[in-house]
């Protein structure tokens, strides 16, 4: 079965950065894609990056764009978020997911596995 599993998440003050990890397994799709997408408190879960993993195509939201990669490392079957220029309404539960059919979609509804997120704090 499909596990995907964050990490990388913790405290950081506004300007600094962190990078996100998310190691999966159990995946048999060929053209699929992945995608980061956040939670804050009382929020909506809102997209912020996506990439499909067979080129490498991606899209990020315009809220980090410039200050976010989203990334993979196939051979090691994890995929990045590398977060820059760090700000505190970044603060949220990060989520990986995939979409099994390789859409770079924004939508949470087209992607079927989550992982279990990882919590980012960004201190002012």
């Known amino acids: 079965q499909v596990q995907l599993v964050e990490s990388g998440g913790g405290l950081v003050q506004a300007g600094g950065s962190l990078r996100l990890s998310c190691v999966t397994s159990g995946v048999i799709f060929r053209n699929y894609a992945m995608g980061w997408f956040r939670q804050a408190p009382g929020k909506e879960r809102e997209f912020v990056a996506t990439?499909?993993?067979?080129?490498?195509?991606?899209l990020h939201a315009d809220s980090v764009k410039g200050r976010f990669t989203i990334s993979r490392d196939s051979a090691k079957n994890t995929l990045y978020l590398q977060m820059n220029s760090l700000k505190p309404e970044d603060t949220a539960v990060y989520y990986c997911a995939l979409d099994q059919l390789g859409r770079l979609a924004t939508s949470k509804a087209y992607y079927a596995y989550w992982g279990q997120g990882t919590q980012v704090t960004v201190s002012s």
């Open positions: 990439i499909r993993m067979s080129d490498a195509g991606t």
